[in-house]
C-alpha cells in the first residue's frame, strides 16, 4: 500500500487480516518527518565607499513562520576583541605567562583609547560585568579602581617571581626560561610606555639576563629573534642603540633570514623596525607575503561551484601564517604568528593590502569569545590594539540608512562611545522578504568609517531537492553501489559506481557513502549529521566503531562540469597520510560524526 501523511508528527497503522474463523493483527507507530531541513544562510563585507550592495538568495519553498532575517552593521570589527578581556582578566590562575596576560593588554587598551580621545572608562564595564546605571561616574571610578588593582598585583606577583639570576620561570619555582623572561621584559616595557609605574631594576636585570644569552641561541632562531624583539623595544623605549650582543643576534637571523618561519620573521621584522633599520624591516615584512595563505572568497567552495547563496562585492577575504594543525614549535602556531605578522604590517607598511584580511582571520578564528589559551589571547588583544590605533576605526563616525529590496528600514548614526554598543541590529519584516534575490543596500548618509554589515537568514526548506549551502564549512555526499566481482580465487572484489540522483538500488545491495568537507578555518568540536536515505541501514550496527577523516590533497578535489569529483589515483596520491580520529554513533535516521579538531582544508570521511 502506498501512503501520503498529511502532517508530521506520530502516526499509528493498524493492519488486520480475516479469513473464515481465523483473524489477527498488528498496530505499530510511525514517527513521520516533514520533508526539508533548517537552513542558515549567511553573507558578510566591508565597504568604504557611498554605498555598500549585497544579495541573499533565498527559496520561494520555506515553511510559513520559520524565517528570521537580520542585517548588523558596525563601523569597527576590532571592537569584538574587548569580548575577550574579561577572560583574561577574570582568569583563575596565575603562572607568570597569565599574571602578564592577565592585565597587560586591558591597560593597553585603555591606554590607546584615551591616546585616540575616547575615555578608557568605556570599556571597562565589558571587563569587570557593567556600569551601574543609577550612578554611572562613580561605577566608571570603581572599574578604574579594579583595573588599577589588578595592574598593581600582577605587578608585584611578577616582581615576587623574579629570580635571583634577573630572569622568569613558568612559576615561581625552577629554572629561568628565555620565552617567559623575554615575555616579561617585552610586557614591561609596553606597560611602562603606557604610563604603568614599573620597578625599573627588576627590568634591568631581566634585559641583562637576556643580553648575556642572546649568542648562545644562535641555532635556535625563533628564541633568538624573541629575545632579540623584547629587548629592541626596550632600547627604544630608553632610545638607546643595540648592544654588542643584540647587534650580533641581528647579524646572525640576518643572516639565517631565508630559514625563518612567519613568525620568527615578523619579530625580527619588528626588532629591525625599532632599531631604526628601515631597509631591513622592510624587506622582512616584504618577506612575509611568500608564505601566507590567503582566501579571497571564504563564502565560496569547490565542493558547491555554483551560484552562491549570499554575494556581495564586498566579501573580506582572509590571510594568515603558521601550520594549520599539529605543530612541534611554539613558533609555528598560526594564531601567534598571524597575530606579530599584523603587527609587523602595522608597524612598517601600515596600508598593505594584507592587513584588512589578516585582522579578519584572527577574528574569525577566536573560540568564543577568546582564542585557545591565555597567550593566545593576550598576543592577538595587542595586536588588534595596535589595528585599532593605526586605522583609528574606533573612532566611531558613521551614519547610515538600510534598504532591503528598496525598502528603507531606517538607519543609526554611530560616534563616539556608541560603537562599544555596536553593531546596530535591523530584524527584517516578513513582508519585506521574498524568494530569490533578497537586495541588501547600505547607504552611507554621513561619516568616514568603514561600514562592515553582516546578514543572516534561518529558515526552514521545503525546496526539492534541496541546494546545498555552507558558510567557511562545505561538504559534499556521494554515494557509491558496490557491485561485486569474482576473483580468479573464486572471492569478490567491489567495484564502486557512483549513484545519481533518481538512480535506484535493490534491496540487499551495498553502498558506500563518502564525505568531503572543506574547512575554511581550523575548527573545534564539531558534529556533522548524515541523514540516512530512507530503507537504507548502516552494515555494522555498533555506535563508537573507529572511524577516521582523511585530509585529501587539493589537487584531487576537481570541479568538473559543475559537479565536483574525487579524482581517481593511488591512495598515496589522494590523501596526505594526515588523519584525524571520529567518533561515530548511529542513529535510527542518521550517522553522527564527532570531530574534536578539523584543521583548514579538505577531508573525507567514508
Known amino acids: 500500500w502506498m501512503l501520503h501523511p498529511r502532517k508530521a508528527g506520530e502516526i499509528n497503522l493498524k493492519v488486520t487480516a480475516r479469513g473464515g474463523k481465523f483473524a489477527d493483527a498488528m498496530e505499530r507507530a510511525f514517527t513521520v518527518y516533514e520533508h526539508g531541513i533548517e537552513k542558515f544562510l549567511y553573507t558578510s563585507g566591508k565597504g568604504r565607499g557611498d554605498e555598500v550592495l549585497a544579495t541573499l538568495l533565498l527559496p520561494a519553498e520555506r515553511k510559513p513562520g520559520s524565517t528570521r532575517f537580520t542585517v548588523q552593521v558596525t563601523p569597527s570589527l576590532a571592537v569584538t576583541m574587548l569580548d575577550a578581556l574579561p577572560y583574561l582578566v577574570n582568569y583563575p590562575y596565575g603562572c607568570t605567562e597569565q599574571t602578564m596576560s592577565r592585565f597587560l593588554p586591558a591597560a593597553i587598551t585603555a591606554k590607546t583609547l584615551k591616546d585616540l580621545g575616547l575615555k578608557p572608562e568605556d570599556i571597562l564595564g565589558r571587563v569587570f560585568g557593567g556600569i551601574e546605571p543609577a550612578a554611572p561616574n562613580r561605577a566608571d571610578n570603581q572599574n578604574l579602581d579594579k583595573l588599577n588593582d589588578v595592574t598593581a598585583k600582577g605587578l608585584q606577583r611578577l616582581y615576587d617571581f623574579q629570580h635571583g639570576d634577573g630572569g622568569w620561570g613558568w612559576w615561581k619555582e625552577g629554572e629561568s626560561d628565555l620565552f617567559m623572561s623575554a615575555y616579561v621584559v617585552w610586557g614591561l616595557t609596553l606597560a611602562r610606555d603606557a604610563g604603568i609605574e614599573i620597578k625599573q631594576d627588576a627590568l634591568e636585570r631581566a634585559a641583562a639576563f637576556l643580553d648575556t644569552r642572546l649568542v648562545e641561541a644562535e641555532q635556535t632562531h625563533d628564541i633568538q629573534a624573541w629575545m632579540l624583539h623584547a629587548l629592541a623595544v626596550k632600547a627604544a623605549s630608553d632610545r638607546k642603540q643595540l648592544s654588542e650582543f643584540q647587534t650580533k643576534a641581528f647579524e646572525n637571523l640576518w643572516t639565517n633570514r631565508e630559514r625563518l618561519n612567519a613568525y620568527t ?195 526552514f526548506s521545503l525546496e526539492e531537492p534541496i541546494a546545498p549551502a555552507g558558510n567557511e564549512i562545505f561538504v559534499q555526499r556521494q554515494y557509491y553501489r558496490l557491485q561485486p566481482v569474482p576473483t580468479l580465487l573464486k572471492g569478490y572484489v567491489y567495484e564502486k559506481v557512483e549513484l545519481r540522483s533518481g538512480d535506484e538500488v535493490k534491496s540487499g545491495e551495498r553502498v558506500e557513502t563518502v564525505l568531503t568537507i572543506e574547512a575554511k578555518n581550523n575548527y573545534e568540536y564539531l558534529v556533522f549529521e548524515d541523514l540516512k536515505p530512507a530503507g537504507l541501514e548502516a552494515v555494522e550496527l555498533r555506535s563508537g566503531e573507529p572511524q577516521y577523516a582523511k585530509r585529501v590533497r587539493q589537487s584531487a578535489v576537481l570541479a568538473s562540469t559543475g559537479s565536483p569529483v574525487i579524482e581517481p589515483a593511488p591512495d598515496r596520491e589522494r590523501y596526505t597520510g594526515e588523519t584525524r580520529w571520529v567518533y561515530q554513533e548511529l542513529r535510527d535516521r542518521k550517522v553522527a560524526l564527532f570531530l574534536d579538531k578539523l584543521p583548514e582544508g579538505f577531508w573525507e570521511i567514508r
Open 265 to 459: 620573521r615578523a619579530l625580527f621584522a619588528l626588532s629591525a623596525h625599532h632599531s631604526g633599520k628601515r631597509d631591513e624591516a622592510r624587506t622582512l615584512v616584504r618577506n612575509l607575503a611568500n608564505g601566507v595563505k590567503i582566501d579571497r572568497a571564504p563564502d565560496r567552495s569547490v565542493l558547491a561551484p555554483g551560484r552562491p547563496a549570499g554575494r556581495t562585492d564586498s566579501t573580506m577575504a582572509t590571510a594568515h601564517w603558521g601550520e594549520d594543525g599539529i605543530h612541534w614549535r611554539w613558533s609555528d602556531g598560526g594564531i601567534e604568528a598571524t597575530a606579530f605578522a599584523l603587527r609587523a604590517l602595522l608597524a612598517i607598511d601600515p596600508r598593505n593590502e594584507l592587513v584588512d584580511p589578516v585582522s579578519n582571520w584572527l577574528i574569525k578564528n577566536r573560540r568564543g569569545a577568546q582564542w585557545s589559551n591565555t597567550r593566545e589571547t593576550a598576543m592577538v588583544l595587542l595586536a588588534l590594539n595596535d589595528y585599532l590605533r593605526v586605522t583609528r576605526e574606533i573612532e566611531a563616525d558613521l551614519e547610515f540608512e538600510l534598504f532591503i529590496n528598496g525598502t528603507s528600514l531606517g538607519g543609526k548614526k554611530i560616534t563616539g562611545r556608541e560603537v562599544f554598543n555596536a553593531p546596530a541590529k535591523f530584524e527584517i519584516p516578513s513582508n519585506i522578504i521574498q524568494g530569490g534575490e533578497n537586495k541588501i543596500r547600505i547607504v552611507r548618509k554621513s561619516g568616514t568609517s568603514p561600514i562592515y554589515f553582516a546578514a543572516e537568514c534561518s529558515f
